[in-house]
């Protein structure tokens, strides 16, 4: 072995881009951070905007969410303040009841679940038909047991099973007395119920003797299979009153208040000292132990006018008092609650309340008597001062001090009329001063300093019976609406639109042409959130982000609001209430649906006019709901026309909702304002900014398609180049450059030596190492006289590489890198290529090793289809662009007549090939010529490699972008590519992948969560698209896996996880090479650490099993 020690080279190159001043970097910095500054400053301008703007409110004759408290007169102080030893709860189970038509009763009931020993829900009634006892209708009822049973297992259950006037007569005969029993107790035993009650209130003296027999048979039955029973009726009911009540019942729920009746004076329903005698009356009748005393916990209202009191709950009447004015006060003589005041339409109203004061007085009167228990009749509308009377273990407080603070309530009320919702009032918590009697303790005067309210939901605008309002939903919609417009046009209808601003956002023009045309628009939110799953953040965004499009689409707000998935418009807590209460202090009137006509099921145009007919005629309502977007709407259309038509012939009107708006209308016209070019900027930028991704994904899958496609076509037509025959090989020298190579250096260069035909002479360049790479190479090879070692001090790879070219004697020079394992017969398949005189280099196939995870096998991938497809591509009009470092073969005098390897760039090799080419040599390939190189199996280590390969071929772009003009495949296809696909296409495409990403979440949200009026529409195009861009992937992997016949297919599935991982790293590659290219920052020959993961004998026709596995072996 001959050691030499040449003088260094200077090329005196300066890298490409490189700025040693560092001006540029400033500069493109500070230009950055300029305009990085001014897009957080838009968003952020924008953002705030979006969240402080508001509807004005003045102009839209939207009512003020009311929330000030109603002072009451001062308490009457006179009397010195009455001591009272602390309120303890009444002896007895607390039994609640759950009126079936009420989720306000269901929401107090789980409210108060630790408090009530026994639930009453009225469940099931009696047929008048059959006798049987039958289910009712209620669709809250199984999530409500459910919840019961969740937060109290093993609370008593018994279902109320009501009794209609209808059934009693039926129930007077044996058979039907006998269904009753029996289907009851079947019903029981199904729900898992623990007893029943059967209703019997108001049954009159004649129908006693029927009932007492179907009652003592129920109970007996209800026995037999282990259930309680009971029996309701009214505390001075002849069932009760008179003697003969069947002993089998477990338990009597006596209805202590009075029921008025249709023409009725306004009076007090438990006045205290009726209360009194008829309990004691009661109880001198009936064993305490099974009475369960019903204390009333509602009002009743007599309205002038009306015949028939209607019922009221407490926060009726407070809200009634807090909101018209009314006068709310205890009566010191039946010690029952009244109220003096107007209804919603002006009217004299007197009511009557049973609240906490008289349940109070009731239940200190019951204390004599010790009942078995007290029920709550009914909850969700009792005072919810009453569950602190009741609640268990003892008060410190009196019973006057649990009940002066009253809560604010839980439930809602409503008022009015009509398709338009409003929250007229806010829930608000109240305070009463209670006085007490000093000899009964009972409460004698209660006053109120704040009435108490719940919301109120006010309805208004019901339109005359023949005026109809036609809504569209979801919209706009690039086809459909235009249909639906011309259709109105045609018909001289107005119709209200209710829009979605992402739409809206996208077919600007379509809403002005509503506006234009004179219809009503309405928000429909911005992104068609559900609202009640939403924060009220995010709900302000909808509203505000929707207002400023329309502002500055077509210079107007609108009023009208209908929630997307439709919303409770008879809310029953406060929770649910709470939608509403946003858009009512918002200033919005919120659009209800009173008839829908169930168009976005597609079921047929004749089925969406009856639909529409059939709810007319039933009296639903007077507003239509259609949808001119979400899906195919073309049954909608027609529809629209027939139905149009149709109801015109009978006589209807059509007039949009602002008709139904007095003295209001819904659109507001806009000036100019502060921020009007901002907000038009901005919509402008993110419609310009849809735009864009949409087209950028067309661009990347058609682009990348046809390139494949080319690609193979080329690959495929390539061919064969004439070879020299294997005994006229000429002699050939091999270089190897090496700087920290000792765990890999000695498998190189034993590779080589084994080759066949051999190679004259191995030059190893050590350039610079520090961990002993040359003394290694000696130690294993110093008796090898083809093995020659130079060492330099550190001058790069070009530099150690045209070292080895100086000294190299072989007219033929194969360079290969020093952790590369090249195949025995790989450098004889190089060197016959050079029997053409005009070959100046041949690449190799340079293969991965080291297969052993995810990050290598995709590298594997990659070099496979790089080299079998595109190199072949390329090669057969002379326009590789790189003849890789990790094996290839050059002429000497080529590499020399291009000046040697480069230093202004990092890839050396690509820079030289370029260079051979545009001096007029042909450049080919060589697939036999195999060589098996370790790729960087960490993240880390592959973005460095990556890097540096990804500027060093931007510089090589730059550097010879004067090819472009000579004619040669190098300029005007070789380079091209390289910056098309090679760089701009590696930065846009994932934002093909994030299209392609956000509409499979639209597409999944569809489907886990469905519109009601959407059906879900499936975006065949973007899949098909897409599709294909996968597909080209895999057809490109398999096409190269089929020319190399020895190549492991079981690659093959891996190319599809590409786009979602492997891509990313080379959008970050190729940002950062393009911003060090900006910058003028440079980045040297940063070496990968090695591993020795690839092991000499892979490279000897080893099984394609075994060429996966990773050998950890090293050299000593």
């Known amino acids: 072995m001959r050691d030499r020690k040449p003088e260094d080279r200077q090329t005196g190159e300066r890298p490409v881009f490189f700025d040693p001043t560092a001006r540029r970097s400033r500069r493109v910095v500070a230009l950055g951070v300029v305009v990085l500054g001014a897009l957080v400053f838009w968003a952020a301008a924008f953002v705030l905007q979006l969240y402080i703007s508001r509807l004005p409110g003045a102009q839209t004759g939207a009512p003020a969410v009311t929330t ?5 007169a001062e308490p009457d102080a006179s009397g010195p303040p009455v001591l009272l030893p602390a309120w303890t709860r009444p002896r007895g189970a607390v039994h609640a009841f759950v009126p079936g038509w009420s989720r306000a009763a269901m929401a107090s009931a789980l409210d108060h679940i630790e408090t009530i020993d026994v639930l009453m829900p009225e469940w099931l009634e009696v047929d008048p038909a059959t006798g049987a006892a039958v289910e009712t209708a209620d669709p809250y009822r199984a999530a409500f047991l459910a919840d019961v049973r969740k937060r109290r297992p093993g609370l008593p259950i018994h279902p109320v099973l009501v009794t209609p006037d209808a059934a009693i007569a039926r129930l007077g005969t044996a058979e039907a007395q006998a269904s009753l029993a029996e289907t009851a107790v079947a019903a029981a035993l199904a729900g898992g119920f623990d007893g029943l009650c059967l209703e019997l209130a108001g049954v009159t003296a004649d129908a006693r003797a029927a009932m007492v027999a179907a009652l003592d048979l129920f109970a007996r039955r209800l026995g037999e299979a282990g259930l309680e029973s009971c029996v309701i009726a009214g505390i001075s009911d002849p069932l009760l009153v008179e003697a003969g009540l069947p002993q089998t019942v477990d338990r009597i729920v006596a209805l202590a208040f009075r029921e008025p009746g249709a023409f009725s004076a306004p009076g007090p329903l438990a006045p205290q000292a009726w209360f009194e005698d008829a309990v004691a009356r009661l109880f001198a009748r009936l064993p305490r132990e099974r009475v369960v005393v019903a204390l009333g916990s509602f009002g009743h209202a007599w309205t002038v006018g009306e015949p028939q009191p209607r019922a009221i709950g407490y926060f009726d009447a407070t809200v009634a008092a807090r909101q018209r004015g ?13 109220l003096r005041g107007l209804d919603a339409a002006g009217r004299p109203l007197r009511a009557w309340l049973l609240d906490a004061p008289s349940a109070h007085n009731q239940l200190l009167a019951l204390r004599a008597h010790a009942p078995a228990g007290v029920a709550i009749w009914p909850l969700g509308r009792e005072d919810p001062g009453l569950w602190r009377l009741l609640a268990p ?8 001090g649990l009940i002066e603070d009253v809560p604010a309530a839980d439930h809602v009320v409503h008022d009015g009329e009509g398709p338009l919702l409003r929250v007229m009032a806010e829930a608000a918590p109240g305070r009463r001063s209670i006085t007490l ?10 006053v109120y300093r704040e009435l108490p309210a719940a919301y109120l939901l006010g309805r208004s605008g019901a339109p005359g019976r023949d005026t109809l309002v036609l809504t569209f939903d979801d919209g706009p919609d690039p086809v459909y609406t235009p249909r639906i417009l011309d259709v109105l046009r045609a018909e001289g209808v107005r119709a209200t639109f209710f829009l979605i601003g992402q739409s809206a956002l996208k077919h600007p023009d379509i809403v002005r042409r509503i506006v234009a045309e004179g219809h009503d628009i309405g928000v429909h939110t911005f992104l068609h959130p559900d609202i009640s799953r939403i924060s009220d953040l995010r709900m302000h965004f909808e509203l505000h982000a929707s207002q400023l499009l329309l502002a500055d689409i077509a210079g107007v707000n609108t009023n009208l609001f209908r929630a997307p998935y439709g919303i409770d418009e008879t809310p029953a807590t406060a929770g649910a209430a709470q939608s509403l209460a946003i858009l009512s202090r918002e200033g919005y009137v919120v659009v209800d649906v009173q008839l829908d006509s169930r168009d976005w099921a597609r079921p047929g145009v004749e089925t969406i006019n009856e639909t529409i007919l059939a709810s007319l005629v039933r009296g639903d309502g007077n507003v239509i709901l259609m949808h001119d977007a979400g899906g195919d709407r073309s049954q909608t259309v027609e529809a629209l026309r027939q139905t149009v038509q149709a109801l015109k012939a009978r006589g209807y009107g059509f007039v949009p909702v602002s008709a139904l708006l007095p003295g209001a209308e819904p659109e507001i016209g806009l000036g100019p304002g502060r921020f009007q070019a901002l907000t038009h900027l901005s919509f402008a930028v993110i419609r310009f900014t849809g735009s864009v991704l949409g087209a950028l994904f067309w661009v990347v899958v058609v682009a990348a398609t046809l390139r494949s ?13 004439r070879l020299a025959p294997a005994g006229e090989v000429p002699a050939v020298s091999v270089a190897i450059p090496a700087f920290d190579e000792a765990p890999v250096i000695a498998w190189a260069v034993a590779a080589v030596l084994a080759a066949d035909p051999p190679a004259a002479e191995v030059i190893v360049v050590d350039d610079g190492s520090t961990d002993g790479t040359a003394d290694i190479v000696r130690q294993h090879f110093g008796t090898d006289p083809r093995v020659r070692v130079v060492t330099q001090p550190n001058g790069g790879k070009s530099a150690a590489l045209n070292t080895a070219f100086d000294l190299a004697a072989a007219p033929v020079v194969v360079a290969i890198d020093a952790d590369t394992v090249v195949a025995p ?4 398949a190089l060197a016959r290529h050079f029997a053409d005189p005009v070959v100046g280099a041949v690449a190799g196939n340079v293969k991965v090793g080291n297969r052993g995870n995810l990050l290598t096998r995709l590298q594997a991938i990659e070099y496979i289809t790089s080299q079998n497809l595109d190199r072949r591509a390329f090669a057969s009009v002379n326009g590789m662009l790189v003849v890789p470092g990790a094996i290839g073969a050059w002429r000497r005098a080529a590499v020399q007549g291009a000046g040697g390897y480069g230093a202004s760039t990092l890839v050396e090799d690509a820079d030289l090939t370029v260079a051979v080419c545009r001096a007029g040599w042909r450049v080919t390939h060589e697939p036999a010529a195999r060589a098996y190189t370790e790729a960087p199996e960490t993240v880390r280590q592959f973005l460095r490699q990556r890097l540096r390969w990804s500027f060093g071929m931007i510089q090589v772009a730059w550097k010879h972008r004067r090819a472009l003009r000579e004619g040669r495949a190098i300029g005007w296809l070789s380079m091209p590519d390289l910056v098309l696909f090679g760089v701009l296409l590696s930065v846009v495409a994932p934002l093909a992948d994030l299209v392609f990403v956000l509409g499979i979440v639209d597409l999944a949200q569809s489907f886990l969560a469905p519109r009601p009026g959407v059906a879900p529409s499936v975006p065949w195009l973007l899949l098909l698209g897409y599709g294909v861009y996968l597909a080209s992937d895999l057809v490109l992997a398999a096409v190269a896996l089929a020319l190399e016949r020895d190549e492991d ?3 093959l599935p891996w190319v599809l996880t590409q786009r979602f991982f492997y891509r990313q790293l080379y959008w970050m590659v190729a940002l950062r090479a393009l911003g060090r290219a900006l910058t003028g920052r440079f980045t040297g020959w940063r070496k990968v650490v090695r591993t020795a993961s690839v092991a000499p004998d892979i490279a000897r026709g080893l099984a394609r099993g075994a060429r996966r ?8």
Request: charged letters at 20%; glycine letters at 12%; a positive charge.
């Open 68 to 72: 000030a408290p109603r002072p009451g």
């Open 326 to 338: 009314g006068d709310l006060s205890f009566d010191p003589e039946s010690r029952n609650t009244r």
């Open 393 to 400: 273990g003892g008060q410190p407080r009196s019973a006057g």
């Open 437 to 446: 009697d000093p000899a009964s303790g009972q409460i004698a005067s209660v």
């Open 709 to 721: 496609l080319v690609i193979v076509g080329a690959a495929l037509w390539h061919r064969r180049p």
């Open 825 to 828: 017969d790989a450098i004889g």
């Open 1049 to 1051: 297919w079981r690659l």
């Open 1109 to 1116: 596995r990773v050998t950890t072996l090293r050299m000593v």
